[in-house]
Nanobody, 124 residues
Framework: QVQLVESGGGLVQAGDSLRLSCVAS????????WGWFRQAPGKEREFVAR????????FYADSVKGRFTISRDNAKNTVTLRMNSLKPEDTAVYYC?????????????????WGQGTQVTVSS
């Protein structure tokens, strides 16, 4: 059974940092693209960041570019999202997702596996 488990969320103040982790089990994701998405109350799930299988290429939403960093460790089957200079508008449930490289783009439809999400709340 494939499982993706996120951790690292919490309540922080504006300007603080958080490090989200996602650990996969049940299969190897070394050839998959990893993505992070987030969903705020009343809003659709939106793309945050993506990293290809080798880790050599990343892509970020404009809203997080320069503040967030996505990385991966294929040996540990994990993906990490480092979030700096957090803002109240970053408040959301954050999800990791994995998809086949040719499909996994900037929308949710290209990802086959999802974690259960971790809450990030940023107070002003």
């Amino acid at each position: 059974q494939v499982q993706l488990v996120e951790s690292g969320g919490g309540l922080v103040q504006a300007g603080d940092s958080l490090r989200l982790s996602c650990v996969a089990s049940g299969r190897t994701f070394s050839s998959y693209t990893w993505g992070w998405f987030r969903q705020a109350p009343g809003k659709e799930r939106e793309f945050v960041a993506r990293i290809i299988w080798s880790g050599r290429s990343t892509f970020y939403a404009d809203s997080v570019k320069g503040r967030f960093t996505i990385s991966r460790d294929n040996a540990k089957n994990t993906v990490t999202l480092r979030m700096n200079s957090l803002k109240p508008e970053d408040t959301a449930v954050y999800y990791c997702a994995a998809g086949i490289a040719s499909n996994a783009g900037l929308t949710t439809t290209g990802y086959d596996y999802w974690g259960q999400g971790t809450q990030v709340t940023v107070s002003s």
